[in-house]
């Protein structure tokens, strides 16, 4: 079980003493020592240079003064990745306002709820967003603020009209003799001070608003750095694919690769795989963190075809030609992720096995962490040298991780943690902070796992989608689907229980089904069934495949939305 050492105060108490540093001081040092260097690019657009930044973000403070935003108020974020979203997020924090950030994938509704159950004073929008929301259902905002020009949408006061009106009058005058670095100057942030209210769909629902305080962004950088700023360097390129309202886009792509003093490049549209592709190849980021579907998509549509066939198994079991022909589709493999990538962290959600020891037999550069929103997000991490298979790293610094599990080697339990990157709990909602924090500064995660003698981390599912069997078995649905969605013609897929027996949902791959008809693609998956009931313990196997016709929806970090497909 899981030892209690300290208190929950205590544990965080050493956070930033160390180093004398905080997040915001991260910020301010970056802007300052790489003042004249290229920051961030809207990819086949305008790039800002971090004297650019630090302008930017001064005028957003003369704004938010001269409209009466106080240190603690909120102010939301809503749009696709952007140089500009960038910008205001490092605003808010650096004036000491609450960031809110929310997905631009969000409907207009769940955008209304947010603004108004956050207190959110400001919204900035994107283009898309702007045309989405209707400002009426947001009655104590105090005014929206277009994202592309910064020009007001909406003002409900005189304050704030002003303020926009005259914004570069009041910045020529505070800096008559041009804005220079000694003139960067932010808000000192405390540890426990919060930061940031992240809202997340998760699986279940309802979304609930995660506190999180400045230590937890200070700790995911502080690590960061520490472990990779050793290989990537100020000055290198980083491609921010994942949504930065995401926390896993916002501290890994974002945070660590700004406060490295890297050249980040944002897709500010939609990210359609050929989109990516091209941005990988223009932009030949020196870091990849991905979530698995990105991954799986380019193993599965570029690689596996080349590998699988006949002519390839044969030189693959040939000893004399395996090694080289293993070296060659790596570098073709590295190719397609831009040629000169460190390494690729996946996270968000389960890789698949299969893909996994794929890439790890051809010795290319993949490792797996895990994180949570409520954990800012890392909780584990291994560089790609010393990763384990089947594993997501290791606790990181400053964070704890144990298994609650009379034997946690062999026997899953629940994955708890405490530390630095903990939240501070969720907003306005006190029953479910009690329920995911204990007395103790334990964070509950929901997941079950166990872990090596060694501390390596193997996560085997969720507990609430844990099926129990007809005889009692804990079933775990993740690992039945892992080898269901490495057959063919299975694009992804989710496994549920009808009255007792296991049914699995399955969207084809799109490609293929087209060369069949109904009754033939029924055959298909029943041969299927047969064929992944033969690998499966009688207890787990499948009594039925049914065909989905559309693509499961999803949650922001890709996973699948299971409560919508419950019986």
């Known amino acids: 079980m899981c030892r209690k050492e300290y208190t929950f105060a205590q544990i965080f108490d050493f956070c930033a003493m160390e180093t004398g540093s905080s997040f915001n001081q991260y910020i301010?040092?970056?802007i300052i020592q790489n003042w004249d260097a290229d920051a961030l690019t809207d990819y086949q657009g305008q790039t800002l240079q971090f004297h650019d930044v630090a302008r930017k973000i001064e005028k957003l403070h003369i704004l938010f003064e001269n409209s009466h935003v106080t240190k603690g108020d909120k102010i939301a974020i809503c749009g696709r990745n952007s140089a500009h979203w960038a910008v205001t997020f490092l605003a808010t924090l650096t004036y000491g306002a609450v960031a809110v950030p929310i997905l631009h994938e969000f409907n207009a509704e769940q955008i209304h709820n947010i603004v108004n159950h956050s207190e959110s004073k400001l919204l900035f929008v994107g283009d898309y967003i702007a045309k989405e929301i209707t400002p009426e259902e947001m009655p104590h905002l105090e005014g929206i603020i277009n994202l592309p020009d910064f020009s007001l949408m909406l003002s409900r006061t005189e304050q704030l009209t002003y303020a926009r009106e005259n914004l570069n009058y009041m910045f020529g005058i505070k800096y008559p003799m041009a804005f220079r670095k000694q003139h960067v100057s932010y808000h000192e942030d405390t540890p426990h001070e919060l930061a940031l209210i992240n809202y997340t769909s998760g699986t279940t629902g309802f979304s609930k608003g995660v506190m999180l305080p400045y230590?937890?962004?200070?700790?995911?950088?502080d690590f960061c750095i520490r472990r990779l700023g050793k290989v990537i360097k100020a000055g290198d390129?980083?491609?921010d694919i994942l949504p930065m309202a995401h926390m896993y886009g916002l501290s890994i792509e974002f945070l660590f690769g700004f406060c490295n003093g890297c050249h980040l490049y944002f897709l500010n549209r939609l990210p359609s795989p050929t989109l990516i592709?091209?941005?990988f190849t223009d932009i030949k980021p020196?870091?990849?963190?991905?979530?698995?579907?990105?991954?799986?998509?380019?193993?599965?549509?570029k690689v596996f075809p080349i590998v699988q066939s006949n002519r390839m198994r044969l030189l693959l079991n040939t000893p004399v030609v395996s090694k080289k022909v293993k070296e060659k589709i790596a570098e073709q493999v590295y190719a397609a992720f831009g040629g000169?990538?460190?390494e690729v962290i996946v996270g968000g959600a389960a890789l698949s096995k299969e893909v996994e020891q794929f890439l790890m037999s051809i010795n290319f550069p993949i490792t797996v962490g895990y994180g949570a929103t409520e954990c800012s997000p890392l909780i584990s991490y291994t560089d790609w040298h010393d990763f384990v298979a089947g594993s997501c790293g290791k606790a990181i610094d400053n964070m704890e991780v144990c298994i609650a599990s009379n034997d946690p080697r062999n026997t899953p339990g629940e994955i708890l943690t405490r530390g630095t990157n903990v939240m501070l709990g969720y907003y306005k909602n006190e029953e479910a902070t009690r329920e995911a924090l204990d007395a103790d500064g334990w964070y509950h995660t929901g997941d079950l796992g166990t872990m090596d003698a060694n501390g390596n981390i193997f996560i085997r599912g969720r507990i609430k989608n844990m099926i129990l069997g007809a005889s009692g078995q804990n079933i775990y649905p993740e690992e039945i689907e892992d080898k269901l969605n490495s057959m063919p013609m299975v694009s992804e897929s989710i496994v549920v229980q009808e009255h007792e027996k296991l049914v699995a949902l399955v969207y084809p791959d799109q490609d293929e089904i087209v060369k069949f008809n109904q009754q033939e693609l029924e055959g298909i998956m029943e041969q299927i069934r047969q064929d992944l009931n033969a690998h499966?313990?009688?207890?787990?196997?499948?009594?039925a495949i049914r065909l989905h016709h559309e693509e499961f929806a999803k949650?922001?970090?890709k996973s699948i939305k299971r409560y919508l497909y419950q019986a």
Do not use: D, H
């Not at 230590?215 to 950088?221: D, E, K, M």
């Not at 579907?293 to 599965?300: Q, S």
């Not at 499966?536 to 009594?543: G, H, N, T, V, W």
């Open 555 to 557: 949650t922001p970090k």
């Open 215 to 221: 230590r937890g962004l200070w700790g995911n950088v």
């Open 28 to 30: 301010q040092r970056t």
């Open 286 to 301: 020196a870091l990849v963190i991905s979530v698995p579907l990105i991954i799986e998509k380019i193993i599965r549509k």
């Open 340 to 342: 000169r990538a460190y």
């Open 277 to 279: 592709a091209k941005a």
């Open 237 to 239: 390129p980083m491609l």
């Open 536 to 543: 499966l313990p009688a207890y787990s196997r499948l009594s």
